[in-house]
């Protein structure tokens, strides 16, 4: 461009148009003139004070807006800035236009048609809509001569944000609680994906986060940068913006990259399921070990996603051969994490140490151990309490009890065992979590007999007793006997639990009802009574030697 039209173009951040204006006369002029000599698309943006905050130049079709993260954006309103640019061939508003009009949120949008002449011509605008019966994102007002374009900017904006808030509000969420909108984008059928977002509904209800929508989209190519498709997205950001959420809660995990750059094109908070169930975990630890084992397991997650600010945040070095940016602010923040994930495994490790202390004074007193093992919410400690007349903490909800308790149980014959509940199993299980309660997982090794409890009342309980099946592979526990308890029985009808159980080869049993468990304590007496050395199965030389020490110091 010549000297003389960049001056025309930085005197336009000197310009102000009245509030009840899109664009006053004279500007629209200037703009249609300058772009008709560059041969291209001119932009403004403009605040609702009538300020220009940015002037964009693009190229003959299309205009680039940069970084707009200085201008606040609040869950219930739009941006506060409107854009209106030229478009050479007095085209009207293209798909390009509504997706930045629906991505960025913008009050509206309007183009200025030029004219052969280089003059003001057709004048197009288009702006976000409220939730409607069509279901309609947003809508184009007809064509007008420029000239004779009649419209208060300020006043209708303003409605059309009261309207966006009324419509957001109308939602129930409690005070202090988030919202959320939760996202399916993968190859599985669509049954598949519902049946996993109903599972992710209730994991976000019990972290006291609002559902507010689910979306659903199955696709032959999942998008490598934003998992759903472009247009897909839109209508999400739409959808939030009319709701008013907070959140958008993925069902699929998220690559580092993908998290970041679906934040930036949405500027909405952005988790996958796995960060979803580790802040479950971090609300309910409350014993210092799964504290540590929560916080390892998070630090561990955020590791590969931590980044820096470029250069602007290095530590200078100082010395010969050391002169230059030195260590970048983010290479400190990793080098911290690594340093703390350090610190958290050798207390595991001391924990660990306790751990095997207790097991070696339960093999000395040959107690056989039984381990209740299961899907979240299968009602594990329900069952452990009806056993045991315990308390433990037993709401119906998924991950209630991450800790691990053990109860003694006498069965009728005087026999008594241990009963250990475990924290519970889900489907696709996040590599940190496993990596996390290793120790505490490696207890179910000293078991004797593993009562694997289902929840029979579940949409489809195969698939549960599958994914716990595969984890207990995976962990190498499947060598150890076990005996298959189909739980909530008494939701359904006699004749499909009686199927249920002769399918799976199980007993059926209600833990709310004790009067159902005589079967089922009856079965585990028999198969503890076929289990070769019961107590003493798992003991190891040195837990031997560590046993024989105990008893001699009079400790057990």
Same mark, same amino acid.
């Given at each position: 461009?010549?000297?003389?039209?960049?001056?025309?173009?930085?005197?336009?951040?000197?310009?102000?148009?009245?509030?009840?204006? #899109?664009?006053?006369?004279?500007?629209?002029?200037?703009?249609?003139?300058?772009?008709?000599?560059?041969?291209?698309?001119?932009?403004?943006?403009?605040?609702?004070?009538?300020?220009?905050?940015?002037?964009?130049?693009? *190229?003959?079709?299309?205009?680039?807006?940069?970084?707009?993260?200085?201008?606040?954006?609040?869950?219930?309103?739009?941006? +506060?800035?409107?854009?209106?640019?030229?478009?050479?061939?007095?085209?009207?508003?293209?798909?390009?236009?509504?997706?930045?009009?629906?991505? /960025?949120?913008?009050?509206?949008?309007?183009?200025?048609?030029?004219?052969?002449?280089?003059?003001?011509? @057709?004048?197009?605008?288009?702006? /976000?809509?409220?939730?409607?019966?069509?279901?309609?994102?947003?809508?184009?007002?007809?064509?007008?001569?420029?000239?004779?374009?009649?419209?208060?900017?300020?006043?209708?904006?303003?409605?059309?944000? =009261?309207?966006? !808030?009324?419509?957001?509000?109308?939602?129930?969420?409690?005070?202090?609680?988030?919202?959320?909108?939760? $996202? &399916?984008? !993968?190859?599985?059928?669509?049954?598949?994906?519902?049946?996993?977002?109903?599972?992710?509904?209730?994991?976000?209800?019990?972290?006291?986060?609002?559902?507010?929508?689910?979306?659903?989209?199955?696709?032959?190519? $999942?998008?490598?940068?934003?998992?759903?498709?472009?247009?897909?997205?839109?209508?999400?950001?739409?959808?939030?913006?009319?709701?008013?959420?907070?959140?958008?809660?993925?069902?699929? @995990?998220?690559?580092?990259?993908?998290?970041?750059?679906?934040?930036?094109?949405?500027?909405?908070?952005?988790?996958?399921?796995?960060?979803?169930?580790? @802040?479950?975990?971090?609300?309910?630890?409350? &014993?210092?070990? +799964? %504290?540590?084992? #929560?916080?390892?397991?998070?630090?561990?997650?955020?590791?590969?996603?931590?980044?820096?600010? +470029?250069?602007?945040?290095?530590?200078?070095?100082?010395?010969?051969?050391?002169? +230059?940016?030195?260590?970048?602010?983010?290479?400190?923040?990793?080098?911290?994490?690594?340093?703390?994930?350090?610190?958290?495994?050798?207390?595991?490790?001391?924990?660990?140490?306790?751990?095997?202390?207790?097991?070696?004074?339960?093999?000395?007193?040959?107690?056989?151990?039984?381990?209740?093992?299961?899907?979240? *919410?299968?009602?594990?400690?329900?069952?452990? *309490?009806?056993?045991?007349?315990?308390?433990?903490?037993?709401?119906?909800?998924?991950?209630?009890?991450?800790?691990?308790?053990?109860?003694?149980?006498?069965?009728?014959?005087?026999?008594?065992?241990?009963?250990?509940?475990? #924290?519970?199993?889900?489907? @696709?299980?996040? %590599?940190?979590?496993?990596?996390?309660?290793?120790?505490?997982?490696?207890?179910?090794?000293?078991?004797?007999?593993?009562?694997?409890?289902?929840?029979?009342?579940?949409?489809?309980?195969?698939?549960?007793?599958?994914?716990?099946?595969?984890?207990?592979?995976? /962990?190498?526990?499947?060598?150890?006997?076990?005996?298959?308890?189909? *739980?909530?029985?008494?939701?359904?009808?006699?004749?499909?639990?009686? =199927?249920?159980?002769?399918?799976?080869?199980?007993?059926?049993? !209600?833990?709310?009802?004790?009067?159902?468990?005589?079967?089922?304590?009856?079965?585990?007496?028999? =198969?503890?009574?076929?289990?070769?050395?019961?107590?003493?199965?798992?003991?190891?030389?040195?837990?031997?030697?560590?046993?024989?020490?105990?008893?001699?110091?009079?400790?057990?």
């Amino acid at each position: 461009m010549k000297p003389n039209q960049l001056l025309r173009l930085e005197h336009l951040y000197r310009r102000r148009i009245p509030v009840e204006r #899109v664009i006053t006369p004279e500007l629209a002029r200037t703009c249609a003139e300058l772009s008709h000599e560059i041969r291209c698309q001119i932009g403004l943006l403009v605040s609702r004070r009538g300020s220009i905050e940015q002037v964009i130049v693009g *190229n003959a079709r299309e205009l680039v807006i940069t970084d707009l993260s200085r201008f606040a954006l609040s869950r219930r309103s739009l941006r +506060g800035l409107r854009l209106v640019h030229t478009h050479l061939q007095n085209e009207p508003l293209t798909h390009d236009d509504l997706t930045d009009l629906a991505l /960025l949120r913008l009050d509206l949008i309007a183009v200025i048609g030029v004219g052969p002449e280089g003059l003001p011509a @057709d004048f197009y605008v288009a702006h /976000l809509l409220p939730p409607n019966p069509r279901g309609q994102a947003y809508e184009v007002l007809p064509p007008s001569p420029f000239h004779s374009h009649q419209m208060d900017c300020l006043s209708f904006i303003e409605a059309l944000e =009261a309207e966006l !808030s009324r419509t957001a509000a109308g939602h129930v969420v409690k005070e202090g609680q988030e919202s959320a909108i939760l $996202i &399916s984008a !993968s190859k599985a059928s669509r049954g598949t994906q519902e049946e996993r977002l109903e599972e992710l509904s209730e994991l976000v209800r019990s972290d006291g986060i609002t559902v507010l929508d689910a979306v659903i989209q199955r696709a032959q190519e $999942i998008h490598p940068k934003y998992l759903l498709g472009s247009g897909k997205l839109k209508q999400v950001v739409i959808q939030a913006l009319q709701r008013g959420a907070d959140l958008l809660i993925f069902d699929q @995990d998220l690559t580092p990259g993908q998290a970041r750059a679906i934040a930036e094109m949405t500027e909405i908070k952005v988790i996958d399921r796995t960060q979803l169930i580790l @802040d479950i975990f971090a609300r309910r630890a409350h &014993s210092r070990e +799964g %504290k540590i084992q #929560v916080e390892l397991a998070q630090l561990r997650y955020l590791l590969p996603r931590l980044s820096g600010r +470029g250069p602007v945040l290095s530590r200078l070095g100082g010395g010969i051969g050391a002169r +230059g940016p030195g260590e970048t602010k983010l290479e400190t923040d990793r080098r911290r994490v690594r340093d703390r994930i350090s610190h958290l495994e050798r207390e595991l490790v001391v924990f660990g140490r306790h751990r095997d202390q207790r097991r070696a004074r339960r093999v000395q007193k040959m107690m056989p151990v039984i381990s209740i093992v299961g899907y979240t *919410n299968a009602g594990k400690s329900t069952l452990l *309490n009806a056993l045991t007349e315990s308390h433990v903490s037993a709401q119906d909800r998924p991950f209630e009890t991450l800790d691990t308790s053990s109860r003694r149980l006498r069965f009728p014959r005087d026999r008594e065992v241990i009963i250990t509940d475990t #924290v519970g199993f889900i489907r @696709d299980l996040p %590599k940190d979590l496993m990596g996390a309660f290793r120790t505490t997982l490696e207890e179910l090794r000293d078991a004797d007999l593993l009562l694997h409890l289902a929840d029979g009342n579940a949409r489809d309980p195969e698939a549960q007793i599958r994914a716990v099946e595969g984890i207990l592979a995976e /962990l190498d526990l499947d060598g150890i006997p076990r005996v298959l308890v189909l *739980n909530k029985c008494d939701r359904l009808p006699p004749e499909q639990a009686g =199927a249920l159980c002769r399918r799976y080869g199980a007993v059926g049993i !209600s833990a709310l009802h004790p009067a159902t468990l005589t079967p089922m304590i009856e079965l585990l007496d028999q =198969a503890l009574a076929r289990c070769p050395d019961s107590g003493r199965k798992h003991l190891r030389p040195w837990e031997t030697a560590a046993s024989e020490s105990l008893r001699e110091a009079g400790v057990v």
